[in-house]
T-cell receptor, first 114, second 111 residues
Framework: DVKVTQSSRYLVKRTGEKVFLECVQD?????MFWYRQDPGLGLRLIYF???????EKGDIPEGYSVSREKKERFSLILESASTNQTSMYLC?????????????FGPGTRLTVL | DAKTTQPTSMDCAEGRAANLPCNHS???????VYWYRQIHSQGPQYIIH???NNETNEMASLIITEDRKSSTLILPHATLRDTAVYYC????????????FGQGTTLQVKP
């Protein structure tokens, strides 16, 4: 089975801290995605990547950056965490370049910024 | 991508079939219908997808109307573990691969 893992299930940080969220998939998928999920707003795409060292902005990239140095790992970086970035963060991956393929999600990281 | 409309919540008795409707009246010819579900405190899980023919897999069946303006996800024998939020998503190959999740239907399976 495909496995997508995220570095932490729960994380508490302070305003202004730099935060790293790690995502690793073990099935050699080309495409990886970062979403955030908030009540009443559903899942919103932050960034995605189709290949190593490649990244593209999603719908809400402001305040975030990403890094994909290896195919299996996609990191989300909050350069200076703010309270409005308190959210559930979900990583996903999908094989190949076809956007018809289903996405496999990790368990999520619930981030609280104080 | 086309917008979808789903009921906010539904109940189903354990062991009975759960039929979850989705309206996507503005769907276009190259757009697929996807279903995902999210069990509390977990990431979303893919269930099934289809274009115009009915589809079945080990988890569920997807029935798409002939005009493709609506569909129904069927869980043939619902269990308590099927309690989750179910999302109906319509997307085309021309988008970035991102999924646009609406509010979904909260399915409560009761003993």
């Amino acid at each position: 089975d495909v496995k997508v893992t995220q570095s932490s299930r729960y994380l508490v940080k302070r305003t202004g801290e730099k935060v790293f969220l790690e995502c690793v998939q073990d099935m050699d998928h080309e495409n990886m995605f970062w979403y955030r999920q908030d009540p009443g707003l559903g899942l919103r795409l932050i960034y995605f990547s189709y290949d190593v060292k490649m990244k593209e902005k999603g719908d809400i990239p402001e305040g975030y950056s990403v890094s994909r140095e290896k195919k299996e790992r996609f990191s989300l970086i909050l350069e200076s965490a703010s309270t409005n970035q308190t959210s559930m963060y979900l990583c996903a991956s999908t094989p190949g370049r076809s956007s018809y393929n289903e996405q496999f999600f990790g368990p999520g990281t619930r981030l609280t910024v104080l | 991508d086309a917008k979808t409309t789903q009921p906010t919540s539904m109940d189903c008795a354990e062991g009975r079939a759960a039929n979850l409707p989705c309206n996507h009246s503005t769907i276009s010819g190259n757009e697929y219908v996807y279903w995902y579900r999210q069990i509390h405190s977990q990431g979303p899980q893919y269930i099934i997808h289809g274009l115009k023919n009915n589809e079945t897999n080990e988890m569920a069946s997807l029935i798409i109307t002939e005009d493709r303006k609506s569909s129904t996800l069927i869980l043939p024998h619902a269990t308590l573990r099927d309690t989750a939020v179910y999302y109906c998503i319509v997307r085309s190959a021309s988008n970035t691969g991102k999924l646009i999740f609406g509010q979904g239907t909260t399915l409560q399976v009761k003993p």
